[in-house]
C-alpha cells in the first residue's frame, strides 16, 4: 500500500490526510506541536462561501490609504515588519489589476462554490453531521448611512452560491434582545454556515484518521531533500522520513520547505487576534453576526463565544501587539455586547498569497511532493475540497476542478 506522509495537523492536513485514506492510501500526519491548536483552530468558524471575489481588488487598493490614515482600522502594517510586507504589497497591487482580478475571481468562484458539498461529505463520513451548521449568517450596520452603502456594495458583489435578504421582524426583535437596539440595517445570508466546535471537529478527524491506521508523529520538519527525483522530510532533530507521497500543508511554515527546493513562495503571515469566552448569554442557535462597520464577527460555538477583527501584515515570529486585544474589548464593549470579558486571547497566522488565490498542486521539482497551503481567510471554508483535489490529483485521477491557476509556478 503507497504509504503519505502529510505535514501539518491544521484543518488542512487533517482533511488531506483523511480523503487520502479514502483512496486507499496509508497516512501518516506529521504534527509539529501537538500541545498548541493550529491556527486553523483559531478562526471564526464561518464556511465563508459568499466570498468569490479575492481580496487583491481595485476596490482593495483604493481603500487602503483611508485605511492606513484611520486610527482604529482593522487592518495594521507595522513599520517593524516592512521588509516583509512592502514586497508583498507590490505584488497584491499588481494581483489587484483588473485582468488579473477577473482571473483570480473566475478561479476562486470555481473552488469556493464546491466548498459546501465538500463539507457535506466530511462531517458524513466522520459520522457527525451536526459539526456542520448550514444556517447562514448575519451581516448589520451601524448607521443608516453605512447600511445603505454596505447593501448597494453586496448587491453590486458575486456572493457565489449564496443569497441574501433583508432581516425580518421576529430576526430584529432577536437581536434586540441582544444588543439592546434595533440595528441600523442589516441582511441575512442564507446558503453560508459554520462548524459547531473546533475542539469537537479536530478530535473527530483525528479519531477517524487514527481509527482507520494512520498515525500521527510529533516533529517539526526543516528541509525536503531530494534524492533520485524524490522528496524526503528531514526533521529538526536530523531524523529523514521517506514516503511514496508528501503533502506540504503546513500553513505559513510551508513557505521555507517549498523554497528550499527553489519554488518561489511571496506568502506573508496575515496574523488574526481573537478573544474566545464561556457562551453566557449568548443564543445558542444565533448564527454568525459580522459588524461591517467594525470589521468584526462574533460566532457561537457549541462551547464557546468568539469574536476577531484585526489582522496585520507581518512576521510569524513577530511579538503580538497587546493593543489590539484591548482595542477588540473596547469594540465589544461599545456596541454593548453580551461576551463575557477579558476573555482569552489568541494569535494565528493566516498564510496568504498575493493573490488572495491558494497555492493547491505537484511539485516539478520531486514526482512525490505535493503542495496545500496559501488558503487565506478560506483555510476552514476550502480544507475539505482541497484535501479532495490533493487526493485525486496523487492518485492518478482528475481532480474535480482545474487546478492550474493555483500552482506555484505563477510566481516565477
Given amino acids: 500500500m503507497p504509504q503519505f506522509l502529510v505535514i501539518g ?60 490614515l484611520a486610527s482604529d482600522d482593522a487592518l495594521s502594517l507595522p513599520l517593524r515588519d516592512l521588509r516583509h510586507w512592502l514586497p508583498f504589497g507590490i ?29 457535506q461529505r466530511l462531517v458524513g463520513g466522520l459520522g457527525e453531521p451536526g459539526l456542520l451548521r448550514q444556517d447562514g449568517h448575519y451581516v448589520l450596520w451601524d448607521t443608516p448611512q453605512s447600511a445603505a452603502a454596505g447593501l448597494a456594495r453586496w448587491q453590486a458583489s458575486d456572493t457565489g452560491t449564496t443569497d441574501f435578504r433583508p432581516i425580518d421582524r421576529e430576526e430584529t426583535a432577536q ?50 531533500p531530494v534524492m533520485d527525483g524524490r522528496a524526503a522530510v528531514k526533521l529538526a532533530d536530523g531524523t529523514l522520513l521517506a514516503g511514496d507521497g508528501i503533502v506540504v500543508t503546513a500553513g505559513v511554515a510551508s ?62 515570529d513577530s511579538p503580538a501587539d ?22 482569552g486571547e489568541w494569535l494565528g497566522s493566516r498564510p496568504t498569497l498575493p493573490d488572495y488565490l491558494p497555492a493547491i498542486g505537484r511539485s516539478d521539482r520531486a514526482g512525490n511532493l505535493f503542495y496545500a497551503f496559501g488558503h487565506q481567510h478560506l483555510g476552514l471554508t476550502l480544507g475539505p475540497l482541497t484535501g479532495e483535489l490533493i487526493a485525486a490529483q496523487a492518485t492518478g485521477q482528475r481532480p474535480a476542478l482545474d487546478l492550474s491557476p493555483f500552482n506555484l509556478d505563477r510566481f516565477g
Fill in 322 to 343: 497587546p493593543q489590539k486585544w484591548e482595542r477588540l474589548r473596547n469594540r465589544v464593549r461599545e456596541l454593548g455586547l453580551p461576551f463575557p470579558l477579558p476573555a
Fill in 255 to 316: 513557505r521555507p520547505l517549498m523554497e528550499s527546493l527553489g519554488h518561489r513562495v511571496p506568502m506573508i503571515a496575515e496574523r488574526g487576534y481573537h478573544l474566545h469566552a464561556p457562551p453566557g448569554e449568548w443564543p445558542a442557535d444565533l448564527p454568525p453576526l459580522v459588524f461591517e462597520d467594525r470589521s468584526l464577527i462574533v460566532t457561537r460555538f457549541a462551547d464557546y463565544l468568539r469574536c476577531s477583527s484585526f489582522v496585520e501584515f507581518s512576521h510569524p
Fill in 91 to 119: 505584488r497584491l497591487a499588481l494581483a489587484a489589476r483588473p485582468a488579473a482580478y477577473r482571473a483570480g475571481t473566475k478561479a476562486l468562484k470555481g473552488l469556493v462554490t464546491q466548498a459546501m458539498p465538500a463539507w
Fill in 9 to 68: 495537523a491544521g484543518i488542512l492536513g487533517l482533511s488531506t490526510a483523511l480523503a487520502l485514506q479514502d483512496k486507499g492510501l496509508s497516512v501518516t500526519l506529521l504534527d509539529d506541536a501537538p500541545k498548541r491548536p493550529p491556527a486553523s483552530w483559531g478562526n471564526a468558524g464561518h464556511i465563508a462561501v459568499e466570498q468569490v471575489e479575492p481580496l487583491a481588488s481595485p476596490a482593495t487598493l483604493r481603500g487602503v490609504p483611508g485605511r492606513l
Fill in 175 to 224: 437581536l434586540r434582545a441582544l444588543l439592546g437596539r434595533d440595528p441600523a440595517g442589516g441582511i441575512r445570508f442564507r446558503g453560508s454556515g459554520q462548524i459547531a466546535s473546533h475542539d469537537r471537529l479536530f478530535q473527530a478527524m483525528r479519531e477517524r484518521l487514527l481509527g482507520r491506521g494512520g498515525q500521527i508523529i510529533t516533529g517539526k520538519a526543516t528541509a525536503l
